[in-house]
């Protein structure tokens, strides 16, 4: 199994709103990593987890709040997002944070935030 | 400064040889990588070279380092329409470890 699997797809909130999304790996991987995408721009690191602890938030707002569960499992928590927030949100996993860099994606949540 | 360049858009007929410039920015960089970036999905790493290389080659594929100009290629032979996608090049900064990427280069093939 070499799949990073993320859902959900396809996210509609309001700013008001509370939602979660969720990646999943299966790989062994020690490290987790959330990446938002605006349309036709490269993807943008915001959190690194490291053996289920993070190890680098790249000043993101605290209305995005990330979770590691377990070494499986990461989660984004939405809270209170504004309509810029709007994006593709890609989870990545590997083998540990500083090895080869090697970084397996998932397929990404599309994010809109009405 | 702080940003890895690539040329936004590419396009070739099938069959010719695709190539996708990128320039970087850290001279320590360690590892420098191709992603490949289908519409509607997720990164799929094609390849990376680490930075005492100057070449690899994976069979479609040959990646060409130039460390002194901070300059990396990506060759692919014999190019499909299914290679029709945005490439993206990536440095692994040494400083915070972090993955940084180029805007992408939009590479179209026409049958």
């Known amino acids: 199994d070499t799949e990073v699997t993320q859902t959900p797809k396809h996210l509609v909130m309001g700013m008001t709103n509370k939602k979660s999304l969720k990646c999943e790996q299966h790989?062994?991987?020690?490290?987790m990593y959330w990446y938002k995408q605006k349309a036709k721009k490269p993807p943008e690191l915001m959190f690194v987890?490291?053996?289920?602890?993070?190890?680098i938030n790249e000043s993101v707002p605290s209305r995005f709040s990330p979770e590691c569960p377990n070494s499986s499992l990461l989660n984004l928590h939405l809270h209170a997002l504004q309509p810029e927030d709007s994006a593709l949100y890609l989870c990545?996993?590997?083998?540990?944070?500083?090895?080869?860099?090697?970084?397996?994606f998932g397929e990404g949540s599309r994010l809109t935030v009405l | 400064g702080e940003d890895v360049e690539q040329s936004l858009f590419l396009s070739v007929r099938e069959g010719d040889s695709s190539v996708i410039n990128c320039t970087y920015t850290?001279?320590?960089?360690?590892?420098l990588y191709w992603y490949k970036q289908e519409p509607g999905a997720g990164l799929q790493l094609l390849t990376y070279?680490?930075?005492?290389?100057d070449m690899k080659q994976d069979q479609r594929l040959t990646v060409l380092l130039n460390k002194k100009d901070k300059h990396l290629s990506l060759r692919i032979a014999d190019t499909q329409t299914g290679d029709s996608a945005i490439y993206f090049c990536a440095e692994r900064r040494e400083y915070g470890n972090k993955l940084v990427f180029g805007a992408g280069t939009i590479l179209r093939v026409k049958s």
């Open positions: 850290d001279s320590s960089s360690t590892y």
């Open positions: 990545a996993s590997s083998q540990g944070w500083g090895v080869t860099g090697e970084l397996f």
């Open positions: 070279i680490f930075s005492n290389m």
């Open positions: 790989m062994g991987h020690r490290a």
């Open positions: 987890y490291s053996y289920e602890k993070l190890s």
